[in-house]
């Protein structure tokens, strides 16, 4: 695959340049085969700053809507004088 981007660029700047390059049509009659996630792995080596919002889209598809929400946090703190601290990163549930 590499040399076919490098040998035909101009078939694929259309996929670079979209806004979303993961819906466009990837140029070649063997690369039309690939799976979703075999498509994402293309769009990770071409647009790395569009693989989060395909990668949700792609979750949604396979497990459903409710893996792709964020969650709200409800905490009950008594009445104490000591500090409630929660940490999350981004992605954990």
């Known amino acids: 695959m590499i040399t076919q981007v490098a040998a035909t660029?101009?078939?694929w700047k259309h996929v670079y340049d979209a806004a979303d390059p993961a819906a466009e049509p990837?140029?070649?009659a063997h690369l039309e085969k690939l799976?979703?996630?075999?498509?994402?792995?293309?769009?990770?080596a071409l647009r790395p700053d569009k693989?989060?919002?395909a990668v949700t889209r792609y979750v949604a598809s396979q497990l459903g809507e409710?893996?792709?929400q964020v969650r709200?946090?409800?905490?009950?703190?008594?009445?104490?004088?000591?500090?409630?601290?929660t940490a999350k990163r981004y992605g954990a549930l």
Not at 35 to 44: D, M, N
Not at 72 to 85: D, G, K, Y
């Open 26 to 28: 990837y140029p070649g």
């Open 66 to 68: 409710e893996y792709t």
């Open 35 to 44: 799976s979703s996630l075999q498509r994402l792995l293309v769009l990770r």
């Open 51 to 53: 693989v989060v919002g």
């Open 9 to 11: 660029p101009g078939r």
């Open 72 to 85: 709200t946090l409800a905490v009950w703190v008594p009445q104490t004088h000591s500090p409630l601290l």
